[in-house]
């Protein structure tokens, strides 16, 4: 077992999610095209950007609880 490689198995299951979650995802690439010009630094898709990985942390922590146990 000291000789094999782990392999990361919330990486792998985050990849396998992302595909589910492309409505949050959409919105925070409007979100970061809607700002872009933004020069104050005032506007942010910081709220975006957490809805959508908070829907792939849904999907993935079932999965990856049943792994660990």
């Keep these: 077992m000291a000789d094999e490689e782990l392999v990361d198995q919330k990486k792998y299951l985050?990849?396998?999610c992302k595909p589910k979650c492309v409505k949050p995802l959409l919105e925070y690439e409007a979100c970061v095209k809607r700002v872009e010009g933004d020069d104050s630094g005032h506007k942010?898709?910081?709220?975006?950007?957490?809805?959508?990985?908070?829907c792939v942390d849904k999907?993935?922590?079932?999965?990856l609880l049943s792994k660990l146990k």
Aim: charged share 20%.
């Design 44 to 54: 942010h898709c910081t709220g975006q950007y957490f809805d959508y990985w908070f």
């Design 59 to 63: 999907c993935v922590a079932p999965k």
């Design 14 to 16: 985050e990849d396998s």
